[in-house]
Each structure stands twice: as structure tokens, then as C-alpha cells.
């Protein structure tokens, strides 16, 4: 389970990979629009090239966090309930095509960068359509408003921040996910540093201790 945990979060904080290469500082709340989803939502931090998402989960014991630090490429997931931290920087692999759904070169004109993220995933024969709508506001933020659907007939729209230049809504019929609270500036170092006393778990043994 907590190899799930942690795959799930290393997604979440693969979105946010790209948005280092501006050497943004920034906070927000990681909202899930999913009806059927109540949770509060999950916090993400971001510090030039390191970046903390913390939420909460029960099979690893409550309030858990992914730091990543990408200049010195590691990867801790810190359990702070239990006082531990799982090391993931062995496996931490390169920048992954998908990021550049997340971040596209140019926010524009970013629907041949998400062709050419479907090539690479071999997922063109689902490949429909994909256009600029045009400028549009998320959550009181400049943004440009894209538009896609699959040949499945499923449609969605997503959003890229004009400042960020980070996708910050997707919206389709099953709900989405949407960065709120948006509020930009330094970051203390301590978020991305294992606080003292936390005992390292291995990773071999995927039990947990007692209480």
C-alpha cells in the first residue's frame, strides 16, 4: 500500500517538475473535483527545484509529504505521524514525458506538445481533438483555456496559468483537479529537509511498526 502512496505522490510532484525550470516559489491547495471525493485538500510547495506535496493517508499512518529535490536528485516520502521516511532517490528516474502535459513549452499553442506526449505513450488511436479556446481566468489568475476530446467521445477542458505557465484546472464530466489559494512567494528551506529524529524505513520491509 505505502508503494502505491508513494507512486501516486511521485505523479502528482512529476506535474510539478517543470514549473523549476522558471524558478518559481510558490504555494497552493491540490483540489480533487471528483463528486465522490470529499477529502480536504492536498498542499503542494514549490522552491525553485524542490518541491513537497503533503496530504493525508490512512495505510500510511495519516499525514504524509514527497519531498523532491531535482538538482540533487532525491526522493523521500515522510511519515509524520510515525516519525519516519522512506528513501524513493534510488529509483527517482529522469524528467518524464508526461510533464509535458503538465507544463507545455509554449502555453499558446500547446496542442502539438500533447500530440506528441500521446505519440510517446502510444495513445494516438484515442488521440480526437484538441483547441485553443482562449484566454479565460482561474480562481482570479490569467489563463488560456484548452479544449480536447478523444475519439472515445470523451471531452474535458484544461486550463494553463499565463504567469506559471502550469496547467492549474482540467475539468471532464468525472470531475478534475484544480490548484487553489495560489500564493507565490519564498518558501522555508525546512519543507524540504527530513525534520531531525525521523528514524529511516526500509523499504525492503513494508510493514510498519506499532504505536
Given at each position: 500500500?505505502l508503494?502505491?502512496?508513494?507512486?501516486?505522490?511521485?505523479?502528482?510532484?512529476?506535474?510539478?517538475?517543470?514549473?523549476?525550470?522558471?524558478?518559481?516559489?510558490?504555494?497552493?491547495?491540490?483540489?480533487?473535483?471528483?463528486?465522490?471525493?470529499?477529502?480536504?485538500?492536498?498542499?503542494?510547495?514549490?522552491?525553485?527545484?524542490?518541491?513537497?506535496?503533503?496530504?493525508?493517508?490512512?495505510?500510511?499512518?495519516?499525514?504524509?509529504?514527497?519531498?523532491?529535490?531535482?538538482?540533487?536528485?532525491?526522493?523521500?516520502?515522510?511519515?509524520?505521524d510515525?516519525?519516519?521516511?522512506?528513501?524513493?532517490?534510488?529509483?527517482?528516474?529522469?524528467?518524464?514525458?508526461?510533464?509535458?502535459?503538465?507544463?507545455?513549452?509554449?502555453?499558446?499553442?500547446?496542442?502539438?506538445?500533447?500530440?506528441?506526449l500521446?505519440?510517446?505513450?502510444k495513445?494516438?488511436?484515442?488521440?480526437?481533438?484538441?483547441?485553443?479556446?482562449?484566454?479565460?481566468?482561474?480562481?482570479?489568475?490569467?489563463?488560456?483555456?484548452?479544449?480536447?476530446?478523444?475519439?472515445?467521445?470523451?471531452?474535458?477542458?484544461?486550463?494553463?496559468?499565463?504567469?506559471?505557465?502550469?496547467?492549474?484546472?482540467?475539468?471532464?464530466?468525472?470531475?478534475?483537479?484544480?490548484?487553489?489559494?495560489?500564493?507565490?512567494?519564498?518558501?522555508?528551506?525546512?519543507?524540504?529537509?527530513?525534520?531531525?529524529?525521523?528514524?529511516?524505513?526500509?523499504?525492503?520491509?513494508?510493514?510498519?511498526?506499532?504505536?
Open positions: 500500500m508503494r502505491a502512496v508513494a507512486r501516486c505522490l511521485a505523479l502528482l510532484l512529476c506535474s510539478l517538475f517543470a514549473v523549476t525550470l522558471y524558478a518559481q516559489q510558490f504555494s497552493a491547495d491540490l483540489v480533487d473535483l471528483r463528486p465522490d471525493r470529499k477529502s480536504n485538500p492536498a498542499k503542494v510547495y514549490v522552491s525553485n527545484d524542490k518541491l513537497r506535496f503533503e496530504t493525508q493517508d490512512r495505510s500510511a499512518g495519516g499525514n504524509v509529504a514527497m519531498i523532491w529535490d531535482i538538482g540533487h536528485q532525491t526522493r523521500y516520502l515522510l511519515m509524520a510515525r516519525r519516519m521516511y522512506m528513501d524513493y532517490s534510488p529509483v527517482m528516474g529522469s524528467k518524464l514525458p508526461v510533464t509535458l502535459y503538465w507544463h507545455p513549452s509554449d502555453i499558446n499553442n500547446a496542442c502539438p506538445e500533447w500530440h506528441k500521446a505519440e510517446q505513450m495513445h494516438t488511436e484515442k488521440w480526437g481533438t484538441c483547441r485553443k479556446i482562449g484566454s479565460d481566468t482561474v480562481n482570479g489568475r490569467s489563463a488560456i483555456k484548452y479544449e480536447g476530446s478523444s475519439t472515445e467521445g470523451k471531452t474535458g477542458d484544461v486550463w494553463i496559468d499565463s504567469k506559471l505557465h502550469y496547467v492549474t484546472k482540467y475539468e471532464d464530466k468525472d470531475g478534475g483537479m484544480e490548484l487553489r489559494n495560489i500564493q507565490e512567494g519564498s518558501q522555508s528551506a525546512s519543507l524540504f529537509e527530513i525534520p531531525a529524529g525521523y528514524q529511516k524505513f526500509d523499504l525492503g520491509n513494508m510493514r510498519l511498526p506499532q504505536r
